[in-house]
């Protein structure tokens, strides 16, 4: 089936991550160009490296980004211009927990979640969408988290993951008039290598497996199947929506 992506140009935060660089590999096998944004830019190499591995032919570019930097951010997308083309696809995945219980926050641990996850999905939704809008075509995906309904330790991280939620509602409201579709992703716990890699893995796992409707731990790929979903054609009349991608907990 064709999913409507071919030569289109899709901006990946967070795309040296597990998440990002799963869904960056979903795009390119449908035939879009790939641009990885991340801050650690050994990440996005490697990244880069196992996509062009698993899809050979694919174009990915890779460009340093700290999403919580106005002028990083225009500078990224204008790389990213320049190397593939407009951006017609932005997943704004770029995102991290810190948790502490909120006595014990330091202002410093707020900030940085709610810069990273909130704030930079403004600065790079500030960055496409004047191109998207003269173009009459964009699709925005948002990694929210199922944390946005509230965990303990997790004031910082839920509240922002919660304001990804609404912006992408009110942002979906302001840019469907120019076929721009913005949409989230709610992922519960998912088994990437870094979470198999805790000692206290088998626990958590055990855990989370009491209380999932569906007999397995989610993995990156179910993330990204539901974020390329949404890029996709199948879902072009759908906006202001998050999939909650958790095996039903
Ligand atoms: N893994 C999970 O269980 C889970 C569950 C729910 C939601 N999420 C969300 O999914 C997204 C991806 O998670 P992941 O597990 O792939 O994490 P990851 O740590 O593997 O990837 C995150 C990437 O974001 C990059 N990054 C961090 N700060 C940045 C910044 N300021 N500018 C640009 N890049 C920056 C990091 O360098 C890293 O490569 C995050 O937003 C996370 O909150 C993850």
Known sequence: MDLGLTGRVAAVTGG???????????????????????????????????????????????????????????????????????????????????????????????????????????????????????????????????????????????SAKAGLIGLTNALAREAGGFNITVNAVAPGLIATPRLRARPDFAKLEQRSLALTPLPRLGNEVDVAKTILYFCSGLADFITAQTIHVSGGR
């Not at 694919?58 to 106005?70: G, L, Q």
């Not at 809008?133 to 199922?146: A, C, D, H, K, P």
């Open 16 to 158: 040296g991550g597990a998440i990002g660089r799963t869904t960056a590999k979903l795009l390119a096998a449908e035939g879009a160009a790939v641009a990885l944004l991340d801050l650690n830019l050994d990440a996005a190499a490697d990244a880069k490296a196992w996509i062009e591995g698993e899809v050979p032919g694919a174009a990915v570019a890779i460009i340093t980004c700290d999403v919580t930097n106005k002028a990083s951010v225009a500078a990224a997308f204008d790389a990213v211009t320049a190397e593939l083309g407009p951006v017609d696809v932005l997943i704004n995945n770029a995102g991290f927990s810190r948790d502490k219980y909120m006595v014990k926050m330091a202002e410093d641990d707020w900030d940085d979640v709610h810069d990273t996850v909130l704030k930079g999905t403004f600065h790079c939704c500030r960055a496409v969408l004047p191109g998207m809008m003269g173009r009459g075509w964009g699709r925005i995906v948002n990694t929210s988290s199922m944390a946005y309904l509230g965990n303990k330790g997790q004031t910082n991280y839920s």
